[in-house]
């Protein structure tokens, strides 16, 4: 039965039938590059672009107070843990926010950014904008005020 084989990485907290998971033990992947995701699921999202060949951490949700989920609930101990190195891991250069854009997730995004600059890692956020193929009248003023503050150079 799969419930029977499927268990959790110890180190990313992702879905995997073996522990370390497959994404952890892969030699080629830059481990030193960790993506913060609310779900396992949003780990399978973004290997799917095939453009990140990093490691990833998965919270197991994102902070909502209302719902009684502090920073306890989720794996942001395992996180830190992570990122100290004594362990005998890789050291972390940088760490990739990639929550949700909701309420919730830029919540969680942001605790985490002010718990991880003072470590002296690198913290960025995945970029928030217009997405391709639609119409800038259909998109709502969050969406593009942040496509306007993530602009960048054309290449």
Sequence with gaps: MVKDRVGFCSCCGNYAEQDPCPLC???????ALVCVV???VD???IERTESFRGAYHV???ALSPLDGVGPEELRVRDLLVRLDGRDGATVVREVILATNPTVNGEATALYLQRLLTPLGVRVTRIAR?????SDLEYSDLVTLARALE????MD
Excluded at 25 to 31: A, I, L
Excluded at 129 to 133: D, E, H, L, N
């Design 129 to 133: 904008g217009v997405p391709v193929g």
């Design 38 to 40: 609310e779900q396992p």
């Design 150 to 153: 993530g602009r960048k150079e």
């Design 25 to 31: 033990s892969d030699p080629r992947r830059d481990h």
């Design 59 to 61: 919270l197991g949700g």
């Design 43 to 45: 780990v399978l999202a």
